[in-house]
């Protein structure tokens, strides 16, 4: 296609469909330069703004097209709805495991919402790994799918002719999907006559608010049911902060309780304050809180350890050596539990495990510390205990003794012949993984198994080339649900294909962006020292 065509057709022919597609030209002459087929070697597929060029509109013609775009966002929002809605009606719960068979989920494990049930809990992962997002965002849209497409018709129908935009189709769905089961259809029906006449008009936050509003006034039990449900969903859980190296531990429990804590900080935190304290009133009520959680003081209770991953690659606390003007600046990014951290926050990080280990970095009393050795290409080639690292360093190649040589002297656990991997591969899956493997999951590696990728029944070797972390989910979904398939590559790359063609890759975190100094070289100023004694 060009500007000299004044008008384009086409029809798109398949499983007995057709769809009729016709581009007219706008009746202007092209900005200059302008092409529709880019030249030279950098192609892409025809964009939207180079077959209508947004540049040649005027004020009311681009107000209008930005209309029409709306509704056509609407439109397709719709058509992925019901292909979702299709999708799950493929996917009911009797492909799962049936309770007291191997693999199927615990007892009295509950959905995600009860919009899902009767449908495979498997449903939102594939949504998830089609649309490229996360499991809860593709919850939440298999939610709205069946809700809209299912049991508000009118809704539904408003989205897709582009008289609702789907921000507010997404709200009303949102609102039905809380206010639980027991709703009647002839309620939510009546809700919807009422929503609907004003949807279009009310932003979204008001448009949340008059749902809730009708579905109190004709069930005004709503309240006190939600608020019962939502006592078992108490729970904590770290988030990550907008504020560089920092995190918010969020806490999910009743109103009253909430409040009598967050008064109970701030009285001790005023406390301080009035002894004489300098800091700032919000500095004392995170530390209150975080001796209250920890109690350094309290030795009554059993000790509690926590797993602290600090990657910190050579080239994020040396300075560049191939790099004259960096004015002595690290290159490389250092991370701690995959948040990346500068130079001098890793350096005072390091400073703080040597106060907690005097004489150098060791394992803390009744811990543990491991190294991690990566290749050039960042991916992980050991991990060792400090004496390991120095009895490595120590024996050096058995082949060449005068270690002229660049045979490696450390490397991956070997595989074993039992079913369960040995305490090494444990320790190494986990240092390469750091977290469940399956596409978009961040679930810890703490909470993981270390997984065979082809099932050891099936010829899988218990070896590190065929073992990467799964979360409890992940691993039942691999192994129990029918049309799923996964491979590990050598490098690691885990390649997982839904039963809808779908394949999506997870790679071990952290490799790619890492830089290590090439092998026998040391920057300007670094000395070589004798290994601490052991």
């Not at 681009?62 to 397709?76: F, K, P, T």
């Not at 494990?109 to 965002?137: H, K, T």
Request: with cysteine.
């Amino acid at each position: 296609m060009s500007y000299p065509f004044a008008r384009f057709a086409h029809v798109f022919e398949g499983n007995g469909f057709g769809v009729g597609l016709t581009i007219n030209q706008l009746r202007m002459p092209p900005p200059a330069g302008a092409e529709l087929v880019p030249a030279g070697g950098h192609s892409h597929p025809t964009r939207l703004g180079e077959l209508m060029p947004v540049a040649t509109r005027d004020d009311v013609g681009l107000g209008e097209e930005m209309r029409r775009a709306n509704i056509v966002d609407s439109r397709l929002w719709a058509y992925r709805l019901e292909m979702i809605a299709q999708l799950a009606a493929r996917r009911r719960d009797d492909r799962d495991r049936a309770p007291g068979q191997p693999g199927a989920a615990v007892p009295g494990w509950r959905r995600a919402s009860w919009v899902l049930e009767g449908y495979s809990e498997f449903l939102p992962d594939e949504v998830a790994l089609i649309m490229n997002c996360s499991r809860a965002e593709a919850t939440r849209l298999s939610e709205a799918a069946l809700v809209l497409f299912h049991g508000m018709p009118d809704t539904w129908a408003a989205l897709a002719d582009g008289e609702l935009s789907w921000p507010r189709a997404r709200a009303i769905a949102a609102e039905i999907v809380r206010h639980g089961p027991e709703l009647e259809a002839d309620v939510r029906a009546a809700v919807e006559a009422v929503v609907l006449s004003q949807a279009a008009e009310l932003p979204v936050g008001r448009l949340r608010a008059l749902v809730r509003a009708e579905l109190l006034k004709r069930d005004a039990e709503a309240a006190n049911r939600r608020r019962r449900q939502a006592e078992a969903a108490a729970d904590v859980r770290l988030r990550r902060s907008v504020h560089d190296g920092m995190a918010e531990v969020v806490t999910v429990l009743p109103q009253p309780i909430a409040a009598a804590m967050v008064g109970t900080v701030d009285a001790y935190a005023r406390q301080a304050k009035a002894d004489g304290d300098v800091r700032l009133l919000g500095q004392l009520r995170a530390e209150v809180m975080a001796a209250s959680m920890l109690r350094p003081w309290d030795d009554s209770r059993p000790p509690v350890t926590a797993e602290l991953r600090v990657l910190a690659p050579l080239n994020a606390l040396l300075p560049d050596p191939a790099d004259p003007m960096s004015g002595g600046a690290p290159a490389g990014i250092a991370a701690v539990e995959d948040e990346s951290i500068t130079a001098a926050h890793l350096r005072a990080l390091l400073t703080a495990l040597d106060a907690v280990c005097p004489g150098g970095l060791q394992a803390p009393t009744g811990g543990s510390l491991y190294l991690d050795l990566l290749g050039g290409g960042g991916n992980l080639l050991a991990t060792l205990s400090r004496r390991e690292l120095e009895l490595a360093a120590r024996r050096g190649c058995p082949t060449h003794p005068d270690g002229d040589c660049r045979c490696a002297v450390v490397t991956r656990p070997p595989p074993t012949a039992n079913y369960r991997p040995t305490t090494a591969q444990r320790r190494w899956g986990r240092a390469r993984d750091r977290h469940c493997r399956h596409p978009g999951c961040l679930n810890r590696v703490g909470w993981t198994d270390l997984d065979h990728v082809i099932a050891h029944a099936d010829g899988g070797a218990t070896d590190c080339e065929n073992l990467c972390c799964l979360c409890r989910r992940h691993h039942r979904l691999k192994t129990h649900s029918p049309g799923w398939t996964f491979r590990l590559d050598a490098d690691g790359a885990l390649l997982v294909t839904t039963p809808t063609g779908v394949t999506r890759i997870s790679r071990p975190p952290g490799a790619a962006w890492l830089e290590p100094y090439e092998l026998g070289t040391l920057p300007p100023g670094v000395e070589v020292l004798d290994p601490a004694p052991f």
